[in-house]
């Protein structure tokens, strides 16, 4: 609480007071001057304000604790939670109960486990039977599959010299399949010749067949005859 201004005549009726009270009457000072007497000093002022400060910074490390808390108390709800805390216990008495049967059945059990297993049927509930089912099929097709399975695991550490070794066989692969175009290519180039080829076998033939006849129809002169004109000749 800010203390009495001395000053002031309407707050401190002193000597002072009345004194100021005169001089106002008589004109000696003016309320102004009376006004800007009274206004606190500017130390004051900033001490009030540092105060506040230190107020509000106290508010604010308080808050953050606060929050810390309700962190701290989020993160360990499934520990010291009381709803956490029965589920944990009723687990813990469902187990505490399944071991003191175990142990109250242990002479038969360790019969059973002393007998073999093979050839003997597990029961199994009547409403577990269709998840059997669906499980046994989920077994037979990882059993199928377990040697691709295997061999997959296997060849990890190799799979870069085969992403290698595929690379060069695609590249050769490539190259085959160019010479296989170009093949091709010479193939119907080839088929295309033989065709002009056969074509002009017909017009050959026929032509030969034409020539032969032809000679065939122009005459022949005497061998003997020419002979016997040679021999004369030379006689």
Request: some cysteine.
């Amino acid at each position: 609480m800010a203390a009495a201004n001395p000053w002031d005549p309407a707050t401190a009726p002193s000597a002072a007071g009345l004194l100021l009270g005169h001089f106002l009457k008589s004109g000696l000072v003016t309320q102004e001057m009376l006004n800007v007497a009274k206004k606190p000093a500017s130390c004051f002022v900033n001490f009030s304000r540092l105060q506040q400060i230190t107020n509000i910074q106290a508010e604010i490390s308080q808050k953050n604790m606060e929050i810390e808390l309700l962190r701290l108390e989020k993160d360990t709800a499934d520990v010291v939670h009381p709803f956490f805390l029965a589920q944990k216990c009723q687990t813990l008495q469902s187990m505490n109960n399944h071991l003191e049967a175990v142990l109250k059945e242990k002479r038969s059990l360790r019969q059973r486990l002393m007998k073999p297993i093979c050839q003997e049927n597990l029961p199994i509930e009547a409403m577990y039977h269709r998840y059997m089912v669906h499980l046994l099929d989920l077994a037979v097709n990882f059993i199928e599959k377990l040697e691709t399975h295997l061999e997959t695991i296997r060849n990890i550490p190799h799979l870069d010299a085969n992403l290698k070794n595929m690379s060069k066989a695609l590249a050769k692969m490539d190259v085959l399949v160019t010479e296989t175009e170009d093949l091709a290519d010479n193939i119907l180039k080839w088929r295309e010749q033989q065709r002009e080829v056969s074509s002009c076998i017909p017009k050959i033939l026929a032509e030969e067949n034409y020539l032969h006849n032809h000679d065939s129809k122009m005459p022949l002169l005497p061998f003997n005859s020419k002979v016997h004109v040679q021999t004369i000749n030379t006689k």
